[in-house]
């Protein structure tokens, strides 16, 4: 009798510890999978307003429009208005209504162009307050 109940817990604890061990190793491949993802993207943080910021996946394509200081839906050219776009890793200012469309004239942002741009990591339109950092992997 003795014999037959540890017999019995024996067998349900290693299926237990095959399963344990199971989740662990999937759960192991599973937070490698999501790191190398994440971490080959890199991420751009956009800064407008009262210092509000939109952070974007560089591995995203997305058209951010900021006008008067807010995200607005579609690009108009009114007011102050900035029309970012990023694709394939790369970030710029597509469009902008100021003056002498500076941030538009800094061109592209990337993990490649990071190091050899004049301003780094930034993308900087200074009359409308409106900024595109690369923050690579961090924050
Ligand atoms: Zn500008």
């Known amino acids: 009798m003795e014999c037959e109940t540890t017999e019995n817990r024996r067998k349900p604890n290693l299926l237990l510890m095959g399963a ?3 989740f662990v190793a999937l759960a192991v491949v599973f937070c490698l ?3 190398s993802r994440t971490s080959g993207a890199g991420a751009f943080r ?3 307003g009262d210092g509000q910021t939109i952070t974007v996946r560089a591995d995203e394509t997305r058209v951010i429009v900021i006008r008067d200081g807010k995200p607005a839906e579609e690009p108009t050219g009114e007011g102050e208005e900035n029309v970012i776009r990023i694709e394939n890793g790369t970030a710029w200012m597509e469009h902008a209504t ?3 469309r500076e941030c538009v004239k800094q061109g592209r942002l990337n993990a490649d162009t990071v ?3 004049p301003l780094g990591p930034w993308i900087i339109c200074a009359p409308h307050g409106v900024s595109i950092e690369y923050i690579g ?3």
């Open 137 to 139: 992997d961090g924050s």
């Open 46 to 48: 956009i800064r407008f």
């Open 33 to 35: 999978l999501l790191q």
């Open 20 to 22: 344990a061990v199971l």
């Open 115 to 117: 190091g050899t741009r």
């Open 98 to 100: 100021c003056k002498n």
